[in-house]
């Protein structure tokens, strides 16, 4: 399948790698100091958690020209990135079906706008990879876990569109994940981040500085659970399900998973290093969410406290 990747940081080059050692025919879009990294040293990543490195030597462009013919073209940029780029990638006559890969609480009011200014009629998912890391002196160090994990789904379920996804991740150990709803999704991960970069904007980036101040943990879950009492009040489902009573079933236990996150270096790489080193993305899903919440008309006390920690960046 010949896929094309665009966007070459942490995210889009562990799903590169990925789609690359499946046979496909990959091409990254990358730009200014990527793309000469790239280029030189080819696609260098730490897989952390793995203990190995591997360099891939992929096709490298620059932009997605209209007339390039792909199968699939995975979008993975950061959030306020996002709205820049759409325009060259729906101007795209070559590429039919597009998956978005990132935060996103506005799925629907972005593939209505893919749709409005596309020259062809295109298919448009939405997908969240579970990694994280960051970059530094040319190669990823990525966390992931297995071979890497995704959620996804299409606004329209198209089980076609789902099936050619499948395809090109067949001969791999990638999981996907397929939502039912994955603008509500989407919704609902942002309800539950965005309270943990409160905290990274708290803390400087060293969430160790709270790792055991329960109090300070506490206040984390209410914030999230402010949060998607928000999403409930808005007219969206909790997804998954299984999650609409997992902060008062299993708080104990979250309590205990951000204290080990935030005391590891899984927090640093999971959470704050994407935290402070984007800080523009992290401000546009937290004004997206704000619009949610005006949506919502509802009382949010504990966000409303945390959420003063975003103007320290």
């Given at each position: 399948?010949?896929?094309?990747?665009?966007?070459?940081?942490?995210?889009?080059?562990?799903?590169?790698?990925?789609?690359?050692?499946?046979?496909?025919?990959?091409?990254?879009?990358?730009?200014?100091?990527?793309?000469?990294?790239?280029?030189?040293?080819?696609?260098?990543?730490?897989?952390?958690?793995?203990?190995?490195?591997?360099?891939?030597?992929?096709?490298?462009?620059?932009?997605?020209?209209?007339?390039?013919?792909?199968?699939?073209?995975?979008?993975?940029?950061?959030?306020?990135?996002?709205?820049?780029?759409?325009?060259?990638?729906?101007?795209?006559?070559?590429?039919?079906?597009?998956?978005?890969?990132?935060?996103?609480?506005?799925?629907?009011?972005?593939?209505?706008?893919?749709?409005?200014?596309?020259?062809?009629?295109?298919?448009?998912?939405?997908?969240?990879?579970?990694?994280?890391?960051?970059?530094?002196?040319?190669?990823?160090i990525s966390i992931h876990k297995g071979a890497g994990y995704m959620t996804l789904g299409n606004l329209e379920k198209d089980r076609d569109f789902d099936q050619k996804i499948r395809q090109?991740?067949?001969?791999?150990?990638?999981?996907?994940?397929?939502?039912?709803?994955?603008?509500?999704?989407?919704?609902?991960?942002?309800?539950?981040?965005?309270?943990?970069v409160f905290a990274c904007y708290y803390t400087d980036g060293d969430l160790r500085r709270v790792a055991w101040n329960s109090r300070f943990i506490n206040r984390i879950i209410d914030a999230i659970d402010d949060a998607y009492r928000v999403v409930k009040a808005a007219g969206y489902p909790i997804m998954p399900p299984e999650d609409d009573d997992f902060l008062s079933r299993d708080r104990s236990k979250i309590s205990w998973m951000l204290k080990l996150m935030a005391a590891t270096p899984i927090g640093k790489l999971a959470a704050s290093d994407h935290a402070m080193s984007a800080p523009a993305e992290m401000h546009r899903l937290y004004d997206d969410f704000c619009l949610l919440k005006q949506k919502a008309g509802i009382e949010t006390p504990a966000w409303d406290e945390m959420s003063g920690y975003m103007q320290k960046y």
């Open positions: 399948m010949n896929i094309l990747v665009y966007g070459a940081g942490v995210l889009g080059s562990l799903l590169a790698h990925v789609l690359y050692h499946e046979g496909n025919k990959v091409t990254l879009v990358a730009r200014g100091n990527r793309l000469a990294e790239l280029r030189e040293h080819g696609l260098v990543i730490r897989h952390y958690l793995q203990f190995q490195t591997t360099i891939d030597h992929i096709p490298v462009v620059e932009r997605m020209e209209p007339d390039d013919e792909y199968d699939l073209c995975f979008v993975v940029m950061q959030r306020q990135q996002l709205d820049a780029i759409l325009p060259e990638v729906s101007a795209s006559t070559g590429c039919h079906d597009l998956v978005l890969v990132g935060n996103n609480p506005t799925a629907v009011e972005t593939a209505d706008w893919i749709q409005k200014n596309s020259p062809v009629e295109k298919r448009v998912a939405f997908g969240f990879q579970s990694s994280g890391g960051r970059r530094e002196k040319g190669r990823v090109a991740f067949s001969g791999t150990k990638y999981h996907l994940e397929f939502s039912e709803d994955m603008d509500a999704w989407l919704k609902c991960h942002a309800a539950f981040v965005i309270p943990i």
